[in-house]
């Protein structure tokens, strides 16, 4: 079984629609994030929810829009793409604060 | 704030040779430390992890040992195989559940 599961794994669109991705984790954790990855590899965090309750969220367009239904569960929704939101998005889990990270496998985001 | 400082890459060696990937940090109170990795097309992977001072991670032939004094936990492996190549993160963890990540570095290993 999949730990971290993001789907889809590839998305291709235009500038101006709307895309969701999606993520689901099967290991009981209270907290998950979302990640965007640069061409440079460089993570950078966006969001994180604690049973279902934002809790972190860094400077980023308000476009972005996390929805956190259940605590397995956070999706990522994004309004007007721009060229500059392709990137490798990833959804990770964690069972407490200082504990390791759990990766789903990525979502790679192509703008044209 | 907390900040995490590793060495640049990309790093390029020859099958069996000796690895040190640097990574300094700066952090209030105690951090747990972590090496991630990320094999090409997939997500990051715990590697190991240290919690607290002169712990010794290791997995994998990978060693760090969490150096308070000089706020290092540098990774390293005495005998690099090709599987190797890959990204590597450097990570610290606070209890402000925010984990901050370096960089990463590129590894390739050439046979």
């Known amino acids: 079984d999949t730990a971290v599961s993001q789907t889809p794994k590839y998305l291709v669109t235009q500038m101006g629609n709307d895309k969701s991705i999606k993520c689901e984790q099967n290991?009981?954790?209270?907290?998950m994030y979302w990640y965007k990855q640069d061409s440079k590899k460089f993570l950078k965090i966006m969001f994180s929810y604690n049973n279902k309750e934002l809790i972190i969220n860094e400077t980023v367009p308000n476009r972005f829009s996390p929805k956190s239904p259940d605590k397995a569960h956070l999706n990522l929704h994004i309004n007007s793409l721009e060229l500059g939101d392709s990137a490798v998005y990833f959804c990770?889990?964690?069972?407490?604060?200082?504990?390791?990270?759990?990766f789903g496998n990525g979502t790679r985001l192509t703008v044209t | 704030g907390n900040s995490v400082t590793q060495m640049e890459g990309p790093v390029t060696l020859s099958e069996e040779a000796f690895l040190t990937i640097n990574c300094t940090y700066t952090a209030t109170g105690y951090p747990s430390l972590f090496w991630y990795v990320q094999y090409p097309g997939e997500g990051l992977q715990l590697l190991l992890k240290a919690t607290k001072a002169d712990d010794k991670g290791s997995n994998k032939g990978f060693e760090a040992t969490y150096r308070k004094e000089t706020t290092s936990f540098h990774l390293e492996k005495g005998s690099v195989q090709v599987s190797d190549s890959a990204v590597y993160f450097c990570a610290l963890g606070g209890s402000n559940y925010k984990l901050t990540f370096g960089k990463g570095t590129l590894l390739t290993v050439n046979p």
């Open positions: 990770a889990s964690q069972r407490e604060g200082a504990s390791p990270l759990h």
């Open positions: 290991l009981g954790h209270d907290t």
